[in-house]
């Protein structure tokens, strides 16, 4: 049974469609406005009015009726949707007069024809342009993809043909640029936009990425162009691969004018490093991060370099210093040197000290320097030239010669470039040393970069702690109760809180060098983590996975470890325990222990690799 609508009732649903707009319509919305205009047409059709008449009539009583059927032909939900679609169709045809008198008649039915004509769109055939396509000898589909294809091309030819190069007034001389009108440019950009879904898009980006505005300095692609150019590259670090391949100097002109591509292309690594490939090992991150060149990219752009660094800087203030960003603004660092390393990016890159301001240049110089193939006695006095250069900076800061932003730049300076870091760590435990050991200055400016008064305290227990581990580690037979002596009373001493930044590294470190350590692991983690017992087997085996990761990038294969044959044989013990107590497990905890497990043993294949070649080194 229809209820009688009035013209109340038709201007509530006309404010509520005019509200939508052409956004997405909820059910439950749908459902009430199927039956409104059903309601709506029985109230038009009942009425006891001369056919002659009934136009005029209900046009008097539902002044808005157009504007509000029209509205709804407007808006794509409505159309799509099949049922509601023919209620309005059937109201719409209500307006048209098969033999219209009048000209209010022929007005009245030449705007219902234009409504329908309006609401038939190309999606709703079931062949579009089929005759035109299997006249040239293809299906629809494969019509519709080549011809946009082939507009992409034109356009990207078309874009080529414009000069190369234009005079700069500024400059004094010809410069590369392909210009237009900014308004043009964004014009034709944002038309474009559709055109990014077709495979072949790659020649409208470049030829577009390489255009510049004549007539303004404001950026003239179309930021929905762009956008959507970034949004092609999202999946490019956690899947490897992307709805569009660009080629490296595509990306580098992407980076180069629009600063949120750079910041997402900086975002999605840090997300895939910390969230979805945690476990990867440093030498799998490093070629994940070579992949999409952007170390390259910043080693031939000093400005995008720049802005990188500015956003890992943004991390590492927001989040307090997380123990992962530092690990990536490492990871990145070594991807960085990797590349300058290689021979075709020598020729054409510029120097890294050279990114960094003159008065660091020095130190920087010896941070990249690895350490690898290097003898006990060359790392020993690699680091008394880095402590010398780090005691003088300290002094001139306690003159009031440097401000704290300058400590504080420095500081960043040493986190990106944390190797040798490590390298005095191991050094205080195989190196001969008598009274300090090489390296504290580092490890001191690392841990108190603005507080140099707590530099002595510092000294004073990594001497002593680094004294009676150095004699542990020699020794064949050692008591637990020793090392955990030793450790406790390097932590007991408040003033000195950041102390276990250091113990964790020299405990890993401890472990590959003494001949026992892997014997009472449980014990060590527990007490490189502040554990009150002994740590769970997923944290041993993470911790030994770490140590030998460690132990490589500090040293290559070039050393001998001496239990290599004992640590390979527990991390496989810890290996099948892990994966019994995933077996074990209830339902509920399964989840959770097979994601964290597998995190851990997606690196140790690298850790066994390692092992074995070190074993054959003895």
């Not at 939508?20 to 047409?41: C, D, T």
């Not at 500015?310 to 590492?316: K, L, P, R």
């Not at 020993?380 to 402590?387: A, K, P, T, Y």
């Not at 003033?495 to 892997?518: L, T």
Request: hydrophobic residues 40%; charged residues 20%.
């Amino acid at each position: 049974m229809s209820l009688e609508i009035n013209n109340e009732d038709l201007e509530t649903w006309r404010a509520k469609v005019a509200e939508y707009g052409n956004r997405v319509w909820e059910s439950h919305n749908l459902a009430e406005l199927k039956i409104f205009l059903s309601n709506l047409q029985q109230t038009i059709l009942n009425s006891k009015i001369n056919d002659d008449l009934k136009l005029a009539v209900n046009l008097k009583r539902f002044p808005n009726l157009g504007q509000f059927l029209a509205d709804l032909c407007n808006s794509n939900d409505i159309v799509l949707n099949s049922e509601i679609y023919d209620l309005v169709m059937r109201c719409v045809l209500l307006w048209s007069v098969k033999n219209p008198t009048n000209a209010f008649e022929e007005k009245s039915t030449s705007w219902a024809r234009t409504q329908i004509r309006k609401t038939v769109s190309y999606y709703k055939q079931e062949d579009p342009c089929s005759t035109l396509a299997h006249t040239v000898g293809c299906n629809p589909d494969q019509y519709n993809s080549e011809s946009c294809n082939k507009i992409s091309k034109e356009i990207s030819v078309k874009l080529q043909d414009l000069p190369p190069y234009t005079w700069d007034n500024i400059a004094g001389m010809m410069l590369p640029c392909r210009s237009m009108s900014c308004e043009a440019l964004r014009a034709l950009s944002l038309r474009c936009v559709p055109l990014l879904k077709v495979p072949g898009s790659h020649h409208i980006i470049e030829s577009l990425l390489a255009c510049h505005a004549s007539d303004s300095t404001m950026e003239p692609l179309h930021p929905g162009f762009l956008d959507a150019v970034i949004e092609s590259q999202c999946n490019a670090y956690s899947d490897g691969q992307c709805s569009i391949e660009l080629s490296y100097h595509c990306q580098t002109a992407l980076w180069n004018r629009y600063l949120p591509a750079l910041e997402r292309e900086v975002i999605s690594l840090v997300k895939t490093l910390i969230k979805r490939q945690p476990w990867l090992s440093r030498e799998h991150a490093v070629t994940l991060i070579n992949s999409r060149f952007l170390p390259l990219a910043c080693l031939e752009n000093p400005t995008i370099y720049a802005a990188v660094d500015n956003i890992f800087q943004a991390f590492v203030e927001n989040t307090q210093g997380s123990p992962d960003v530092l690990r990536i603004m490492d990871y990145f660092s070594q991807a960085l040197l990797q590349c300058s390393n290689d021979h075709t990016a020598q020729k054409k890159s510029s120097s890294i000290c050279h990114m960094y301001p003159l008065q660091y240049r020095s130190l920087v110089n010896l941070l990249l320097i690895s350490p690898q193939g290097l003898s006990i006695q060359s790392c020993c006095l690699h680091l008394r030239h880095i402590d010398n250069i780090l005691d003088e900076i300290t002094n001139n800061f306690s003159q009031h010669q440097m401000n704290q932003q300058e400590m504080y730049d420095l500081w960043l300076i040493l986190i990106k470039w944390p190797t040798w870091y490590y390298k005095a760590i191991e050094m205080i435990l195989i190196a001969d040393w008598n009274q300090k050991p090489p390296g504290l200055e580092m490890i001191c400016w690392l841990n108190y970069p603005l507080h140099s008064e707590k530099h002595d305290c510092l000294k004073k227990i990594m001497t002593s702690l680094g004294g009676s581990l150095r004699q542990l580690v020699k020794q064949s037979n050692f008591l637990m109760t020793d090392l955990k002596d030793a450790v406790l009373l390097a932590n007991q001493n408040a003033d000195c809180s950041h102390v276990m930044n250091v113990i964790q590294p020299m405990c890993q470190m401890f472990v590959m060098y003494s001949k026992e350590g892997c014997k009472v692991l449980q014990h060590i983690v527990g007490l490189a983590l502040q554990k009150k017992g002994d740590a769970n087997v997923t944290q041993q085996l993470q911790f030994l996975v770490d140590a030998v990761e460690l132990m490589y990038h500090l040293n290559g294969y070039s050393k001998s470890v001496p239990s290599s044959h004992i640590i390979v044989k527990q991390l496989q013990d810890l290996k099948k325990t892990c994966l019994d107590n995933i077996l074990s497990a209830g339902d509920r905890d399964r989840t959770l222990l097979r994601w964290q497990t597998d995190q851990i043993l997606q690196s140790c294949g690298f850790a066994e690799r390692c092992l074995q070649k070190w074993s054959v080194n003895k």
